[in-house]
């Protein structure tokens, strides 16, 4: 991997880097504000100082997000455009997520998540992430966007076969799991559109949703209007494809990274039993310390010079939101998951959902799945303990545990 300043050895894709990547940060932040790896196609550049991913976020004529968030250039649809195009769709999706639509969740998620507990508990072991991890916020995601309950289970697998393809330096191998996404988001959207054609309706509006459509997100989406026109199938596939991945994969990396630092020391998991008013700080930290997303990307429409180093036109660039979470001059002893923080001040501080334009407007739906089941196993499975080496999911730009072997 080649790198743009003397001194750094970073390589994203090492062993020792995908299994602790903090001391990596530390040296990219001191030694090399502008890192080029070479060796990925495309091949790409990352930021890892917060002065310059702050201004990158809020800074799209230079950072453009309309090439996708991913290591592969994709083509712009639904939330991956630049303000001011962004806007509208930002508008239609964030009226699926405000705070008191969050809040009638609560119930349900508890429900749920004491629903898996009670198959979970009678097991005395278990791997979390296959018993409750993935399937509690994959379940939350589909009964949101109106997929049936038995189809759960393919999302999480589709879900994993697009996510294991990040690491590949050929775009390519991403195109068959993407198209997988794609044909079967169509078959929905063209059975919710074909339900608005047998009633006759040639103008459907938010008014149809719990009447003639299911009341759930994909037939708000497929209703509504941005700037007069309806969303294109690639709007509505790019945007399906968004919830998805951000209401499942990252949310399961929220709840193995928390469990699996309060359990790896345990005089933590035996001071959150202690004082469940922790319960806020300590997923504010879980966010902070381990950000399911270590990093996503922007493309330079343009060619830009940063600290002395030439970005072509076109670039990818890769944003280390995980290296501004881990830096001292934003928070005291970064490198130390504490549970004494306050979780108002880090919650401000924090860069795990992003910044600026395309913050991430599912933040409080994942917060409130975390509270929601570390209460739930506080309550109910106060004597958990590690009962293994947990292992690292694939994907080299996201963070959480692929396996997280439990008793109790």
Known sequence: MGT????????????EVLANPWPAYARLRRDCPVHYTADFNPPFFTLSRTEDIRAALTDPDRFSIRWGQSPQFSRRAGLTNDPPEHGPYRA????????????????????LGNRLLDEMLPLGKADFQEAYASPFPTT???????????????FRRMSDDLTATYNEPDPAVSSPPRAVFDRYFQRVIDERRRQLSDAGVA?????????????DLISRFVVAEVDGRRFSDRDLQSTLLLLLLGGNETS??????????????????????????????VVEESLRHDSPVLGLFRVTPRKLQMHGVTLPEKSKVMLLYAAVNHDPDVFDDPDEFRLDRDPEETQRRVMTF?????????????RLEARTSLRLLIERAPRLRLAGEPTRIVPFNLWGRATLPLAW
């Open 92 to 111: 239609v999706f964030n009226r699926a997520f405000t705070p008191r639509v969050v809040a009638r969740l609560e119930a349900g998620m508890e429900a």
């Open 203 to 215: 103008e459907p509006g938010p008014e149809h949703v719990g009447s003639l459509l299911p009341d």
């Open 354 to 366: 992003g910044f600026g334009h395309h913050y991430c407007p599912g933040a409080a739906l994942a």
């Open 140 to 154: 939350i995601i589909a009964e949101l966007l109106g997929i049936p309950a038995a189809e759960h289970r393919l």
């Open 4 to 15: 743009v300043a003397a001194g750094s050895d970073y390589d994203p894709f090492s062993p």
């Open 252 to 281: 399961a990396g929220l709840l193995t990274n928390l469990l699996w630092r309060l359990l790896e020391k345990p005089e933590r998991w035996e001071a959150v039993k202690a004082e469940p008013s922790l319960v806020d700080a």
